[in-house]
């Protein structure tokens, strides 16, 4: 019976965070009451995540959207940087969002589920980027496939090969599609490198070139979730690296996006800090705050009524 609770638990049912059972069982047996300031705090939390979606995730669903009715083959290089990123936001804060709402409504139950998201867009490499993304679902992979398979207590050829199958697996577990493995096997390649770089005395003394770097290939990769036809795949890469023979370099296309989204980039740039939350934990007391919590819930259900069908977007993978 308390496995079928745990399986059936609807606040991580579908995407996660993904909860050992033997953490919610626990739980399930422990002497948990509904308090007022349990309600209180998955409230917020439910909230803030339902803000993440409906407010910046589906906006820039919209600005990748118009990318795609362009077309590929008409969109200028700095557009097809600001699709990308705009995709970058839109799976970043559809996903934490989704999560914020679940570990929210698991705390209105009297449950306490792990964080899954701890800013990973101000991490300094691509092996720091997934230890703060999907933070469940890395941890699950560490324990069940790379400390089984030898973690790296067996040579660095062996632990080159035992993170190799662990992107593996875990593109497969995100799709059976060529994109998905081209995904994982880049970001193999970047741990690789960066373990090879990170020898070199140099490189720690870098502050900002390693956050650019994290930047650039970060959202390159992203592109293999957002395009899975491997030919148009190509097609926006090269019109992201400027490899399209005779480009006439009109930007008006960029211009006209950045005109509409260039307020939401930078709200959603500073969101990505932990600015925003360490503010929140400051003032969230204060009667305006409530208020304003109140008025955001209700201005995302008018959203999304507005809009329609909108689901998230780790649904589909």
Not at 67 to 83: H, K, M, N
Request: proline fraction near 5%; hydrophobic fraction near 50%.
């Amino acid at each position: 019976m308390t496995f079928g609770t745990y399986i059936s638990m609807f606040p991580k049912l579908i995407s996660g965070p993904i909860t050992p059972y033997e953490m919610l069982r626990r739980q399930l047996h422990s002497a948990r009451r509904f308090l007022p300031e349990n309600l209180a705090e998955g409230m917020k939390l439910f909230i803030r995540g339902l803000g993440l979606k409906a407010i910046l995730a589906n906006q820039f669903g919209s600005l990748w959207a118009n990318v795609g009715t362009i077309g590929y083959e008409s969109i200028s290089t700095p557009l097809a940087w600001l699709g990308i990123y705009a995709y970058s936001f839109q799976i970043y804060f559809d996903f934490s969002g989704y999560s914020d709402m679940a570990i929210g409504l698991g705390a209105v139950l009297g449950f306490h589920f792990p964080e899954n998201f701890n800013y990973p867009y101000i991490a300094a490499s691509v092996k720091d980027f997934w230890h703060r993304w999907h933070i469940s679902l890395s941890t699950w992979f560490k324990e069940y496939v790379y400390i089984p398979l030898g973690g790296n207590r067996k040579g660095l050829p062996r632990q080159l090969f035992n993170i190799l199958v662990v992107w593996m697996l875990t593109a497969f577990w995100h799709g059976a599609g060529w994109n998905f493995f081209c995904w994982g096997g880049l970001l193999w390649i970047c741990i690789v490198l960066e373990r090879q770089l990170g020898r070199l005395k140099f490189v720690h003394k870098m502050k900002v070139l390693p956050h650019i770097y994290l930047w650039l290939v970060i959202p390159m990769s992203w592109m293999c979730f957002a395009i899975t036809d491997l030919s148009q795949l190509q097609v926006y890469l090269d019109k992201m690296l400027w490899l399209v023979p005779g480009f006439s370099g009109g930007y008006e296309d960029a211009w006209k996006a950045l005109s509409t989204y260039g307020g939401l980039l930078l709200v959603s740039g500073l969101a990505c800090t932990p600015v925003i939350e360490k503010l929140y934990h400051k003032w969230q007391d204060k009667l305006p705050v409530k208020v304003l919590l109140a008025g955001l819930f209700w201005y995302c259900i008018w959203r999304l009524l507005l809009e329609g069908n909108n689901p998230f977007m780790y649904f589909s993978f």
